[in-house]
């Protein structure tokens, strides 16, 4: 029977060796390929989504809007440039219907969407691993620390405070982005794979 470890200390973090998504990365700069992405996605039964915004630095500074949305399969992932196309219906259509979307910390993806589009994302089926990951015992709220507890890899944050809206994005900026989403599809499908073998013990959430 496998057992998680609640927590992971920095230290220990730090020495892990890093992990990136493994499949292939999809930059979407327009609305066909947007709809092509959506055809394929809505083939899918659960996938890993994730946003990234460009930080703002100075105090008072206007918010940005939510520049990439990354929406991941096991095999591909693709990165939607919103500043490009904004939310076309058929993507907010894929976003609210009944394809699962795992991600972490969901009400601050949903917050930056909903500047973007009107629509209530949260009508879809969508599952939050800060939710989801307490029943395995796992005390840890961040993506990168989840997933040290799980795999025993780590997840670069080097890119995460860089420009997201630039033209165009580094290879380093694809890699951070795509393992982002794909690392919350992951992490779900790894531990539900344990629990339909019975080989984890479910811990019951008060």
Not at 73 to 87: N, P
Not at 119 to 127: E, F, P, S
């Amino acid at each position: 029977m496998i057992a998680f470890s609640p927590k992971i200390d920095r230290e220990k973090l730090a020495g892990l060796p890093k992990v990136d998504f493994p499949g292939r990365i999809v930059i979407v700069n327009t609305l066909q390929g947007a709809r092509l992405a959506v055809n394929y996605l809505n083939t899918q039964d659960v996938v890993g989504v994730d946003t990234e915004t460009r930080p703002s630095f100075r105090k008072g500074m206007k918010k940005h809007k939510v520049a990439l949305l990354q929406i991941a399969s096991a095999d591909v992932c693709f990165l939607f440039r919103l500043t490009h196309f904004d939310i076309p219906d058929f993507l907010e259509d894929f976003l609210q219907n009944q394809v699962l979307k795992v991600g972490l910390s969901l009400k601050d993806d949903f917050d930056s969407i909903r500047h973007r589009n009107s629509g209530d994302l949260a009508k879809g089926n969508w599952l939050d691993l800060q939710d989801y990951v307490p029943h395995f015992g796992i005390e840890e709220k961040s993506l990168q620390k989840i997933y040290a507890v799980i795999f025993g890899k780590k997840i670069s944050k080097a890119q995460r405070l860089t420009n997201w809206e630039a033209e165009p994005l580094t290879f380093s900026q694809q890699c951070y982005a795509a393992t982002d989403a794909w690392a919350c599809l992951h992490i779900y499908q790894y531990l539900e794979d344990l629990k339909k073998k019975n080989e984890i013990k479910i811990c019951g959430i008060q």
